[in-house]
T-cell receptor, first 115, second 114 residues
Framework: AQSVTQLGSHVSVSEGALVLLRCNYS??????LFWYVQYPNQGLQLLLK??????LVKGINGFEAEFKKSETSFHLTKPSAHMSDAAEYFC?????????????FGRGTSLIVHP | GAGVSQSPSNKVTEKGKDVELRCDPI?????LYWYRQSLGQGLEFLIY????????KSGLPSDRFSAERTGGSVSTLTIQRTQQEDSAVYLC????????????FGQGTRLTVV
């Protein structure tokens, strides 16, 4: 069975500082991995996805994530936070090779950006 | 429309009443998903459609919940005899095939049961 753990329900950074949002997964086979962002009162928007190609995935708005099989991690980073990055971020995993087409989402991490 | 459309955006209902939530996916998307998002919780999977078929209904929390999809397009999630614990944001998403292709989410329906 697949599962996702997002460490930290809230992460607070200063504007211009590094953003690091952690995601660890469990899956029996190499999975598909996703990061979604949800701005207040909006639906979820795909930031980036890993589907067994390059392990370093670049997404929108300057975000990127690295798939590390040995650590079963897919952490999201951005070198310099902007006020507009304040939102809820969700990591998700799906396991199509294992017959699970339905993504499992983490509980989400709220990113707070201080001026 | 250009994106996934959900209606109504907000719904307040009395305990015990039935409600219907509607999702209009992006045209041509064969896969459609319903999730529930409760305050402070992640996204809880409810049901998945491929075309008009629902190969996975495992997430429906009780037999008060049902969903259908017609014409490979519009989907309706019905909650019968609503309870206060049903209060949540119900999100719909669609994708071209499965989730390996980008899934697009609607803005959700906020359901409040009073």
């Amino acid at each position: 069975a697949q599962s996702v753990t997002q460490l930290g329900s809230h992460v607070s950074v200063s504007e211009g500082a590094l953003v690091l949002l952690r995601c660890n997964y469990s899956s029996s086979v190499p999975p598909y991995l996703f990061w979604y962002v949800q701005y207040p009162n909006q639906g979820l928007q795909l930031l980036l996805k890993y589907t067994s190609a390059a392990t370093l995935v670049k997404g929108i708005n300057g975000f990127e994530a690295e798939f590390k099989k040995s650590e079963t991690s897919f952490h999201l980073t951005k070198p310099s936070a902007h006020m507009s990055d304040a939102a809820e971020y969700f990591c998700a995993v799906s396991d199509p090779a294992g017959g699970s087409y339905i993504p499992t989402f983490g509980r989400g991490t709220s990113l707070i950006v201080h001026p | 429309g250009a994106g996934v459309s959900q209606s109504p955006s907000n719904k307040v209902t009395e305990k015990g009443k039935d409600v219907e939530l509607r999702c209009d996916p992006i045209s041509g998307h064969t896969a459609l998903y319903w999730y529930r998002q409760s305050l402070g919780q992640g996204l809880e999977f409810l049901i998945y459609f491929q075309g008009n078929s629902a190969p996975d209904k495992s997430g429906l929390p009780s037999d008060r919940f049902s969903a259908e999809r017609t014409g490979g397009s519009v989907s309706t999630l019905t909650i019968q005899r609503t309870q206060q614990e049903d209060s949540a944001v119900y999100l719909c998403a669609s994708s071209f095939q499965g989730f390996e292709t980008e899934a697009f989410f609607g803005q959700g329906t906020r359901l409040t049961v009073v």
